[in-house]
């Protein structure tokens, strides 16, 4: 096997292992995909291409969640306002993707990583009444939409944001899954327009389906086999390890 050969092989490899360990996350957990595999293959791949891998999977997962929980869309809150802005904000970040300092994505991404493990483990209770959401949803549309086209993460603000609504779960994960599957789907269409879809990318990120839509059944079925605490502390040790190692990417690439 040449050197060419070897190298497509180990990336490929780890494009399938990040897939495969989100999906499970997803499975288990319900959410978690982007969290997990985008850092998992920026640390090997770099962060756009990890992004643009990311965006077409994001799609199909959402598409399934929005599926199952459609019935509760009526009960929601505040998603034109979010949708629109987000939308905005989306295209504006994926243009960045194509032009930003790979260093300062770098550090962009460890940052919503760390953002993430705080809100995971904090107790903080925020409680949003309608007046007030109807202020903020604008602004908090915007930037999300910024972070999910410069780094496909936008899950963290949205996560925290929707949260503090207090709205029933069934709710809650469908105004999320809403969010993210606009937000990602345009990003796709973004990330197409400026070029970032090369040939080779378009193929990794098809096949990147094979593993989640065979890894997401089985993380599904095991949920209630697993302590949620051990399987937690376990994805925090996985996803800290992975900010600090773009951190140091994200310093170094600066100097």
């Given at each position: 096997m040449s050197g060419i050969d070897r190298s497509l092989v180990v990336e490929l490899a780890i494009i399938l292992v990040a897939i495969g360990i989100g999906s499970f996350v997803k499975g288990v957990t319900g959410s978690g995909l982007p969290q997990i595999a985008i850092p998992v293959m920026a640390v090997f791949l770099g962060v756009e291409r990890a992004v643009v891998l990311m965006a077409?999977?994001?799609?199909?997962t959402n598409t399934w969640l929005l599926w199952r929980y459609r019935g509760e869309l009526r009960a929601t809150r505040d998603l034109p306002i979010l949708l629109a802005t987000g939308t905005v904000g989306a295209i504006a970040g994926?243009?960045?993707l194509d032009?930003?300092?790979p260093a300062i994505l770098a550090l962009v991404l460890a940052t919503m990583i760390v953002v993430y493990i705080v809100m995971v483990t904090s107790s903080?209770?925020?409680?949003?009444k309608p007046?007030?959401?109807?202020?903020?949803?604008?602004?908090?549309?915007?930037?999300?939409?910024?972070?999910?086209?410069?780094?496909?993460?936008?899950g963290p603000l949205l996560t925290a944001y929707i949260h503090?609504?207090?709205?029933?779960?069934a709710v809650y994960v469908v105004s999320l899954v809403t969010l993210?599957?606009?937000?990602?789907?345009?990003?796709?269409?973004?990330l197409w327009q400026v070029g970032l879809y090369t040939g080779?990318?378009?193929?990794?990120?098809?096949?990147?389906?094979?593993?989640?839509m065979l890894i997401l059944p089985l993380g599904a079925r095991y949920a209630n086999r697993i302590s949620q605490q051990a399987f937690d502390r376990w994805i925090l040790a996985l996803l800290a390890g992975t900010a600090a190692k773009l951190v140091w990417d994200g310093v170094t690439g600066l100097w």
């Open positions: 077409i999977p994001g799609v199909v994926t243009y960045g032009v930003l300092d903080l209770e925020v409680h949003l007046e007030h959401s109807r202020l903020t949803s604008g602004p908090v549309g915007l930037v999300a939409g910024v972070l999910q086209g410069a780094t496909g993460i936008s503090a609504y207090r709205l029933p779960k993210f599957q606009v937000y990602a789907v345009v990003q796709v269409i973004t080779g990318r378009l193929a990794e990120s098809l096949l990147s389906l094979v593993p989640m």
